[in-house]
């Protein structure tokens, strides 16, 4: 094996994955200053403005914060399991990012032909972290948080796989990269942003975000499945939330907004650099949907919750699936 085999096999791979994780890790931290920021103006206060100009050093004095505080095991924990357990939470994040296109003809570290089966698995292994966080801390209300999680995977993966795969038969290929370079009808971009709100309710409840962070909501389990972690092991908690933000963001304006692109493939040929960027801003504008809907829409009950997904969620996904399939026999 020549060194070009090398080069683009392991080392420019490598290369990649190095800066996907060092842009995420940024944009974590700075993502909850842009949150706090947001929260603040929609209830008329300042928000962080003391650490740095505006309180743009906030994050980092944050990451101090939790990187310094005392590092505290309790006894009654099952030990190896409460450890791995906030990385495992973390880690699929970072993973989804294999397959999602940020240039023309190029994925963030690999354009495989089936990037979307690798986002179905990746985003199966989300709420496992969370479920053994819950389960080896021994606590009631830990435990409580993990069987939540579990319940609203099962409710909330469903007809969000039914959406994807409704996705799937529209482009024809498994691959994102495809997905996003494949010119599209005028009905059939219609049709997506028809699937958009329900899809992000999905989302929603997939990253356990407000208004359906019940396995951590503070005024029923105290922190929920977080409850006994502290420090730098919450910390990887919260990095795990905010990149899987990010992360489904991506996602989003990969599958329903065109990805990297700009509107009819303005500057995608003689300006690929910028496709980057034009993806950032599309995140940029998801992740202030998320904020929002913090903003403005209470928590329902947990049974609300569920009865949603299984009687109006489920259903709906499954007649979208089925009209998806009808449109594409009869006019692609």
């Avoid at 021994?138 to 993966?157: C, V, W």
């Avoid at 950032?280 to 504008?285: C, F, H, L, P, R």
């Amino acid at each position: 094996m020549d060194f070009a085999w090398w080069l683009n096999t392991l080392i420019l791979p490598t290369i990649r994955a190095l800066v996907v994780i060092l842009v995420l890790l940024t944009g974590f931290a700075y993502l909850t200053w842009y949150e706090r920021k947001l929260l603040a103006r929609f209830q008329v206060r300042y928000g962080p403005n003391r650490a740095g100009p505006k309180g743009l050093l906030q994050p980092i004095a944050d990451a101090f914060k939790a990187v310094f505080k005392e590092e505290i095991v309790p006894n009654h924990v099952d030990k190896p399991i409460y450890l791995i357990a906030p990385a495992l939470a973390l880690v699929p994040a970072l993973l989804i990012w294999a397959v999602i296109p940020v240039a023309k003809g190029q994925a963030a570290i690999a354009d495989v032909p089936i990037g979307f089966l690798w986002i179905l698995a990746i985003v199966g292994l989300e709420s496992y972290g969370i479920i053994l966080a819950g389960w080896s801390s021994n606590n009631n209300y830990s435990l409580l948080g993990a069987l939540r999680s579990s319940a609203q995977m099962i409710a909330y993966e469903l007809p969000m796989g039914a959406f994807l795969v409704s996705i799937l038969v529209l482009a024809g290929s498994f691959s994102l990269v495809t997905l996003v370079e494949t010119p599209r009808a005028w009905w059939e971009w219609i049709w997506l942003w028809l699937m958009f709100p329900l899809f992000f309710i999905c989302i929603l409840a997939e990253t356990n975000r407000s208004p359906f962070d019940l396995p951590e909501t503070e005024n029923e389990l105290v922190a929920g499945f977080q409850t006994e972690y502290g420090g730098i092991k919450f910390a990887l908690f919260f990095m795990a939330e905010y990149i899987s933000m990010i992360t489904t963001s991506a996602i989003m304006a990969t599958l329903f907004f065109g990805g990297y692109a700009l509107p009819f493939g303005i500057g995608s040929d003689f300006l690929p650099w910028l496709g980057p960027f034009i993806l950032a801003g599309k995140v940029i504008v998801l992740l202030f949907l998320f904020i929002w809907v913090r903003a403005s829409v209470g928590r329902p009950r947990y049974d609300q919750l569920m009865r949603f997904a299984w009687k109006v969620l489920l259903p709906i996904s499954l007649a979208y699936f089925v009209i998806t399939v009808l449109l594409t026999v009869f006019f692609k």
